[in-house]
């Protein structure tokens, strides 16, 4: 039962250009998301998050949207760089549990 | 990553044999996390233990595995009897607070390989 999904195992972006990760879930009781980077042969590290109680926060490059009537948020990043080619992880936790869930990854590849 | 350390990064075991991994959180973490990453899947979540107790261990086998996080020491993740379907990278993570949050960290993991 997967309740985080990331549907595109893999995306491709050219240098400069947007990169739009995406991510639906299917538990409504969710209320804090985030999204970690992960690259090979290392643990993953913290990006960015947001709280259900907002459909968007913004650091830097990389901006977050959240949409709770879909189910479905997104991570943003504005000029995509070489540097940012890594598997991106989304994650959900619910106030209250122990457990973040963690989505399946999407591969993003930035091309110079 | 710095601060959490898991040892060793590489571990290979032949079937039927036992596997540790250790994981030492960041300074000052008393919850630490144990998500195991399959082949071309996700991390999944294993266990949680605050200091000398198990919080939650939903994600954990019923048999052959344990974990364990003594008031001294590192957590320790034991495999007894490993089959070639443990074989993945196993993260383990800490942090101040109950769940995973912008105050988490992951070590670099550890690699187990069954053979």
């Known amino acids: 039962d997967q309740q985080v999904k990331q549907n595109s195992p893999s995306l491709s972006v050219q240098e400069g250009r947007i990169s739009i990760l995406n991510c639906d879930y299917t538990?409504?009781?969710?209320?804090?998301f985030l999204w970690y980077k992960k690259y090979p042969a290392e643990g993953p590290t913290f990006l960015i998050s947001?709280?259900?109680?907002?459909d968007k926060n913004e650091d830097g490059r990389f901006t977050v949207f959240l949409n709770k009537s879909a189910k479905h948020l997104s991570l943003h990043i504005v000029p995509s760089q070489p540097g940012d080619s890594a598997v991106y992880f989304c994650?959900?936790?619910?106030?209250?549990?122990?457990?973040?869930?963690f989505g399946a990854g999407t591969r993003l590849f930035v091309k110079a | 990553n710095a601060g959490v350390m898991q040892n060793p990064r590489h571990l290979v075991r032949r079937r039927g044999q036992e596997a540790r991994l250790r994981c030492s959180p960041m300074?000052?973490?008393?919850?630490v996390y144990w998500y195991r990453q399959l082949p071309e899947e996700g991390l999944k979540f294993m266990v949680y233990?605050?200091?000398?107790?198990?919080?939650?261990e939903s994600g954990m086998p019923k048999e052959r595995f344990s974990a364990e996080f003594p008031k001294e020491g590192p957590s320790i993740l034991r495999i007894q009897q490993v089959v070639r379907g443990d074989s993945a990278a196993y993260f383990c993570?800490?942090?101040?607070?109950?769940?995973?949050?912008?105050?988490?960290?992951f070590g670099q993991g550890t690699r187990l390989t069954v053979v």
């Open positions: 300074k000052g973490h008393s919850h």
């Open positions: 994650a959900a936790w619910e106030t209250g549990g122990f457990k973040t869930i």
């Open positions: 947001i709280s259900s109680i907002k």
């Open positions: 993570a800490s942090s101040q607070a109950t769940e995973l949050n912008t105050e988490a960290f």
């Open positions: 233990l605050q200091k000398e107790n198990i919080i939650d």
């Open positions: 538990n409504s009781m969710f209320d804090y």
